[in-house]
């Protein structure tokens, strides 16, 4: 089961990562998005955290992601996270609004 939280900006992003951090998960298992790709980007290299990538998604995901709208890419990387569907499309809706979701999830 994935935590979430929504958060404004990368302040309160690192500060939540951090207390992630305090209930034991590693950076390995925190994650950050965005809703526009470059601030996703920016936070998760400023904040030294782990990126949504085959790892976590399978190659297939990955791959169709570049055919994908953001709003469907960000919803199939929650889901490969072990968000729901109709959780993965209200956070999409808060990052249309330009919030922060940070999520940490047990490796497995």
Known sequence: MANVIIVENG???????????????????????AHDNNRSNDLTNALNIKDIGVEEQGFFDSFANVFRTRGDELRSKLKSLGV????????????DQGKVVVLATRSA
């Open 11 to 33: 302040v309160e992003a690192k500060e939540q990562i951090q207390q992630f951090i305090d209930q034991g998960f590693t950076k390995e298992d925190i994650y950050l998005l």
């Open 84 to 95: 729901s569907s109709s959780d993965a499309e209200q956070y999409e809706r808060e990052m």
